[in-house]
Antibody
Framework: QVQLVQSGAEVKKPGASVKVSCKAS????????MHWVRQAPGQGLEWMGI????????SYAQKLQGRVTMTRDTSTSTVYMELSSLRSEDTAVYYC?????????????????WGKGTTVTVSS | QSALTQPPSVSGSPGQSVTISCTGT?????????VSWYQQPPGTAPKLMIY???NRPSGVPDRFSGSKSGNTASLTISGLQAEDEADYYC??????????FGTGTKVTVL
């Protein structure tokens, strides 16, 4: 079955960087784009960006431009999200979520499978 | 990247229907039929419930339905059940090629 397995919780100091991984299985890794979404404690969901695992192209939320980098390793079917210059407001659960694809309609503007999330805590 | 507006909470008794609204702008909800809905029980990851305004993925009960009028999309849960208690988020693709999420709605089954 389709699974997205994320790396474990992280605790970082302000100004540091964090790199979260998301290992995909159960489908052809390069056939589906991957989103990253985060959720601060008690808050709503925030879209961070998307990566095409096939060619590696990315698109990021304007708010995070310059601080976020999404990469992939096709040999291990893993995508990565690195966030730099961390501040307390970056404390959140970070999710990877596969971009869906409806074969019948060609639609793909949704997230059909989600990882369980990685908690990142930024604290001095 | 402005959040779409949802009511903070809605509630209903078992068997009743509840509707959650999701209001955006002409740059997101109003421009595209690219609205999706996600269910998130406490402490868990979101789960896709509706995509492209009104399509249900396999496995999602037909009690869940979606619609859209102008800049506002809606999710209706008919025949409310205890297991439907969760937070619900809408999402829309935008004219900037990004995604906005809604502010979230807590559904309580009385």
């Amino acid at each position: 079955q389709v699974q997205l397995v994320q790396s474990g919780a992280e605790v970082k100091k302000p100004g540091a960087s964090v790199k979260v991984s998301c290992k995909a299985s159960g489908y052809t890794f390069t056939s589906y784009y991957m989103h990253w979404v985060r959720q601060a404690p008690g808050q709503g969901l925030e879209w961070m960006g998307i990566i095409n695992p096939s060619g590696g192209s990315t698109s990021y939320a304007q708010k995070l431009q310059g601080r976020v980098t999404m990469t992939r390793d096709t040999s291990t079917s893993t995508v990565y999200m690195e966030l730099s210059s961390l501040r307390s407001e970056d404390t959140a659960v970070y999710y990877c979520a596969r971009r869906g694809y409806d074969i019948l309609t060609g639609y793909y503007y949704y997230m059909d499978v989600w990882g369980k999330g990685t908690t990142v805590t930024v604290s001095s | 990247q402005s959040a779409l507006t949802q009511p903070p909470s809605v509630s209903g008794s078992p068997g009743q229907s509840v509707t959650i609204s999701c209001t955006g702008t002409s740059s997101d909800v109003g421009s595209y039929n690219r609205v999706s809905w996600y269910q998130q029980p406490p402490g868990t990851a979101p789960k896709l419930m509706i995509y492209e305004v009104s399509n249900r993925p396999s496995g999602v009960p037909d009690r869940f339905s979606g619609s859209k009028s102008g800049n506002t999309a809606s999710l209706t849960i008919s025949g409310l059940q205890a297991e439907d208690e969760a937070d619900y988020y809408c999402s829309s693709y935008t004219s900037s090629s990004t995604f906005n999420f809604g502010t979230g709605t807590k559904v309580t089954v009385l």
